[in-house]
C-alpha cells in the first residue's frame, strides 16, 4: 500500500495462510511446550517420586504430537 501496489486475490490468500499457519505453530509452541511443561513438573514434585510407566508414555506422545503440530504450522 505503501508504493501503490496492490495485491492479487491469490496473493492475498497466500498471505492469509502464511499468516494462519503461524497463529497455529505459535499457539502449540505456548501449550504444548510452555503451558504443560511446569504443572507436569509441579504434579512429579508434589508426588515426590517421578512417574514410571503409561504416564510417561502418553505425556512423551503428547510431547510428539505437541511438536508435530508446530511444524506443521511452520511449513
Known sequence: M???ARLTP???KVRR???????????ALHFFHLGLAR????????AGAP???GADRRA???AKKG???R???QE
Open 39 to 46: 504443572p507436569a513438573v509441579r504434579l512429579r514434585c508434589r
Open 51 to 53: 512417574q514410571r510407566g
Open 67 to 69: 511438536v508435530l503440530l
Open 10 to 12: 491469490t496473493a492475498e
Open 2 to 4: 505503501i508504493v501503490g
Open 17 to 27: 495462510l502464511m499468516h494462519y499457519g503461524q497463529i497455529l505453530q505459535s499457539h
Open 60 to 62: 512423551a506422545e503428547l
Open 71 to 73: 511444524k506443521y504450522g
